[in-house]
């Protein structure tokens, strides 16, 4: 006797293909609910890893490596797949809105979209600075930047990079990193690349222990990577006299002016306006509002995870060890919801390992006070925990 078909009830749907929706996703696939229609709408095809990124821009990864491929993975989950970018929420009909037009319905409703580098407060940065994020675009113009160096190494060239925190540090050091091997290959000097890193506090990575911003102050002095601390970035332009080439200006309010070629904007991370226009109550940056068990503070229908949600009663800094920690708490939950059952809370770790890549094939370890110097032992104990991390959206190897 054939089997009635349990119908659909409800449509769950997942915003961006951040860390903790690759784990959810993952766990819906092997735990999937026949009562759930899953709907994954994502700007791209794929979403790089965090812990990756340096080492890919440092040389040690390719770029497949270091992505997850999103359309293999919500396969696996039964998940409909949509790549669009979200512009609007209608939570009153629990609506959707794309940028191409597409309307999705959704029951419940999961945001993991990451978090965007704040630009609009300074005149000429979203003109002419290249933000961080959405990653694809910083690599699309970071294989540029190497090519053109590759046709031109005999070229001077100097890099601007806006933001003092982890992820502006292991930016500067790996691109430094990556592009002295390409002048050294070519046999041209070192010197031809300068490498500017500004911070508007005085402290690097202020959200560290002072034993890191010791060590990787020295290491970046050691480096000969041009330190501007204290420097509030406030206008970045064209300079007008430059005739043969694009050449910017990075103007401070102390009166400070730097030219580049390029620069990179990896200061203090913002939320996009349509989550606080849509009603979600946010913190003072727009980011979502999240009790213990990921779900909105605001709309019971709505969960967040990732650098996009704040926990109200734990804060954390925006990375990405805590993203991924919260994929299977978020699963739960959200499994939990659909299935009418109460919900878990979720308590993220207060200390955490952090190894910090120095781009030269070796790493720094901190956790709470304790800090161990760069080598190569700790590179490899990283590579090994994110290369393992990886593995488990290798589509052929889930099974």
Known sequence: MQQKLQPIVKDLVLIGGGHSHAI??????????????????????????????????????????????????????????????????????????CANGLVVDFDMLSIDIGSTPATVSVSGAAEYAIAAK?????????????????????????????????????LALSMQSHLHRILRQTQQPIQNLEVHLFQRGTELMPNYHSSVRHQIQQ?????????????????????????????????????????????????QASAPEWLKIAGLGTDERGFILVEDTLQSQTHPQVFAAGDIATMVNYPRPKAGVFAVRQGKPLFENLQRILLDKSLKPYRPQKQYLSLIGTGDGRAIATRGIITLPPHKLLWRYKDWIDRRFMERFHFEEIK
């Open 24 to 97: 959810a996703l993952k766990m819906f696939g092997r735990k999937p609910l026949l009562s759930v229609r899953l709907t994954l709408i994502t700007a791209a095809k794929n979403t790089a890893y965090s812990g990756m990124l340096p080492g890919h821009i440092a040389g040690f990864y390719s770029h497949d490596e270091c992505h997850i491929d999103l359309r293999p993975l919500a396969n696996f989950a039964q998940a409909q797949l949509y790549i669009d970018t979200v512009v609007a929420l209608d939570l009153e009909n629990h609506k959707v809105l």
């Open 219 to 267: 290491i970046l002095t050691e480096r000969g990577i041009k330190l501007h601390l204290g420097e509030t970035v406030c206008k970045v332009a064209p300079t007008p006299h430059s005739e043969t080439k694009e050449i910017f200006e990075i103007k401070c309010e102390s009166g400070l002016i730097v030219e580049c070629n390029k620069i990179f904007w990896v200061t």
């Open 134 to 170: 959405p990653v694809s675009h910083l690599l699309e113009h970071w294989y540029e930047l190497i090519e053109a160096i590759g046709k031109n190494p005999q070229e001077p060239i100097r890099i601007a990079i806006a933001g003092g925190g982890a992820g502006g540090v292991e």
